[in-house]
């Protein structure tokens, strides 16, 4: 049997109020990074300290926002005060959580960070990292700790072609080296009558060689949305329609 360790602890920031009177007893000089994954929510504690270590009560509202090297904002968003006020276990404290949607876009890399305080007359007051008054911090976003969602493939764009209609063709053949090669077609009608199908090709090039993958038979009536599954390794997607879609049908969503 083999026993491997894993560990559950809170992610804990200490960070430093902007008080008078700045002790020499203990300057902490650094401040550890930050580091959030992509595709889950990450909760992240601070706690408010005073230049002695002491933590002091929370008044008004904490931000937090992050930010590239360009200082080009990529999170803002107000914390979650647990400072009741009155209890020592919970004095200074607050959280903020960087959900998966947050960082749907960001690719994995180091940003800086801070927290400032916003009080009740609106203004900012900022938090320190380190009694030497240094203000950012650093957060490492992680790429490689959870799978992620690839996205979907979107076709919304028609264009006739003889006597049928097309939507642009889409290369799928990045999800070939994925375990699953099962679809889902979900298709958005509005009112459209008529047959849609589903083509693929094994070519690089789109023009030619054109087979059936899937093909759903659309009425008037129609009214939510229709699934259609099918399975295969092919290099591009396309759809084509028998009749005019034009204002009936939305778009058609393609996911692995």
Known sequence: MQLTPRYLVKNQIDIIANHAGLGVEYRPVFQRNIRITRGIDNLIYFRLLNADQKPVTVTGTPYFVAFNDQRQKIIEKPCEVIDDGSTRATL?????????????????????????I?????????????TDFNSSGIIYVDGESY??????????????????????????????NTPSNYYTAVIYNRGYAG???????????????????????LTETDSAPICVNFSGIYQNLRIRLDTDPENLISRVVIRN
């Open 195 to 217: 047959t849609l199908t589903i083509e693929a090709t094994l070519e690089s090039s789109v023009g030619l060689n054109w087979f059936t993958a899937a093909t759903a038979t």
């Open 147 to 176: 799978p992620e969602t690839r996205e979907n493939l979107v076709f919304d764009n028609f264009y006739k072609i003889n006597q049928s209609w097309y939507a642009t063709p889409n290369d799928i053949s990045a999800l070939n």
């Open 92 to 116: 200074g404290n607050f959280t903020v959580t960087i959900t998966d949607s947050d960082l749907l876009g960001v690719p994995q890399q180091y940003l800086k960070y801070n927290v400032y």
């Open 118 to 130: 916003l009080d009740n007359n609106g203004n900012r007051n900022i938090t320190y990292s380190n």
